[in-house]
Structure formats: C-alpha cells, structure tokens
Antibody, heavy 123, light 107 residues
Framework: QVQLKESGPGLVKPSQTLSLTCTVSGGSVSSGSHYWTWIRQPAGKGLEWIGRIHASGTTDSNPSLQSRLTISVDTSKNQFSLRLTSVTAADTAVYYC???????????????WGQGALVAVSS | EVVLTQSPATLSLSPGDRAALSCRASHYISTYLAWYQQRPGQAPRLLIYDASNRATGIPARFSGSGSGTDFTLTISSLEPEDFAVYYCQQRNNWPRTFGGGTKVEIK
C-alpha cells in the first residue's frame, strides 16, 4: 500500500518560495498508472486542489496558482515536489500530498494521503 | 470552475441517529463525485467515489446517492467515530474542487 510523507520548512517569509517534498513508499513515482497530487487546507477551512503530476512529467495545475506553481518528480529519490513562489499569508495552510491509481475502481479520487505539513508564511 | 455547496454547515445529532449530508454542484458533473471524512488533526479519508461506491474498508452504514448536480451522503446510524467533517469533491471538471464541508457534531 502506498504511503506518503511531506517534508519541508514550516516557516516561509512573505515573497519567498515555499518548497515541499513528498516521499513515496510502498509504490513508485515512476508508475505509469499513478498520479501524484498536492492539496492544501488553511486552518479551519476547506480543501483546495493545487495540482498533479504523472511520471511522464505531465502536470495539471489550479489556474488560481498556476503562475506561481511548479510540481516536479524525482524518480531517483521516489519523491515529488511542490514549489510555490511569491508567497503571502494567504498561502499559510496544511499542505497534503495525495495520490490515486487509475487502474483501481476509485481511479481519479484521492485514496492515499500524507499526514500533512503545516507551512506558515510570516516575517 | 465547478462550485460545490454543502449543506448544512453543521449537523448536530446523537449516536444512533441517521445523518443526511447534501452536496450541490454549480454545473452538471454526472456521477463524478466523492465524499471524504476528516477527523481533527488527520488527513481526509475517501469514503465514497463515483457518487455511490464505497471505498475499500468503508463500513456499510455509509452510502452515497445522486447524479447531475445533487448528491447525498447518508450515514444510517452514527457511531462515535463518525463525528467529523465531511467533504465532497468533483472530478468531472478542471480544476478539481471540494465543497466547504459539513461538520457532524454530537448533540
């Protein structure tokens, strides 16, 4: 079973770049049937889909974040990453990595999640 | 963007009660809707996908229904561990979107 774990700085200064990594175990980021996703949740609020990547390098992003967002995959480390530039306080949230396998019945829904990483944007 | 509106925002019920949670989509999304449960301090957990299919390991007391723009998650008899926040999510359109959530709290 796929396990995901987020890592990265818990505090980022305004206007700087937020970087997070998701380490995958029990599966491979090189899998052709998996999509690797980032989702965030501001404190006390709902969930926002950020974007996804496939092992081929194909990405899809939320238009609201697209101009500031980069999602990449590192097959040698079995990881995928998020970079969000020019952050503001509005980017403060718990960031989750999640995944799904298009070969399963629940394809395209998020059935594996990391524990979440809290990132605060503050000077 | 498909906006998902969940109601009510809060549902106050007792263990053993039946819960009915609503999710309404701003555009037609066929049956491409999922429900997630989120307990405090935890990541969401997939309960229902494609409107009415239970995910692996989900108890039979959870059921989903609906199509088009109106969907319902029903919990037939609330267990203590079911008091949590529930989110709907659509996969018919980009970007993927979630509803604002319904909190099921103990009355």
């Amino acid at each position: 079973q796929v396990q995901l774990k987020e890592s990265g700085p818990g505090l980022v200064k305004p206007s700087q770049t937020l970087s997070l990594t998701c380490t995958v175990s029990g599966g491979s980021v090189s899998s052709g049937s998996h999509y690797w996703t980032w989702i965030r949740q501001p404190a006390g609020k709902g969930l926002e889909w950020i974007g996804r990547i496939h092992a081929s390098g194909t990405t899809d992003s939320n238009p609201s974040l697209q101009s500031r967002l980069t999602i990449s995959v590192d097959t040698s480390k079995n990881q995928f990453s998020l970079r969000l530039t020019s952050v503001t306080a509005a980017d403060t949230a718990v960031y989750y990595c999640a995944s799904y396998d298009i070969l399963t019945g629940s394809a395209y829904y998020f059935d594996y999640w990391g524990q979440g990483a809290l990132v605060a944007v503050s000077s | 963007e498909v906006v998902l509106t969940q109601s009510p925002a809060t549902l106050s019920l007792s263990p053993g009660d039946r819960a009915a949670l609503s999710c309404r989509a701003s555009h037609y999304i066929s049956t491409y809707l999922a429900w997630y449960q989120q307990r405090p301090g935890q990541a969401p957990r997939l309960l229902i996908y494609d409107a009415s299919n239970r995910a692996t390991g989900i108890p039979a007391r959870f059921s989903g229904s609906g199509s088009g723009t109106d969907f319902t998650l029903t919990i037939s008899s609330l267990e203590p561990e079911d008091f949590a926040v529930y989110y709907c999510q659509q996969r018919n359109n980009w970007p993927r979107t979630f509803g604002g959530g319904t909190k099921v709290e103990i009355k």
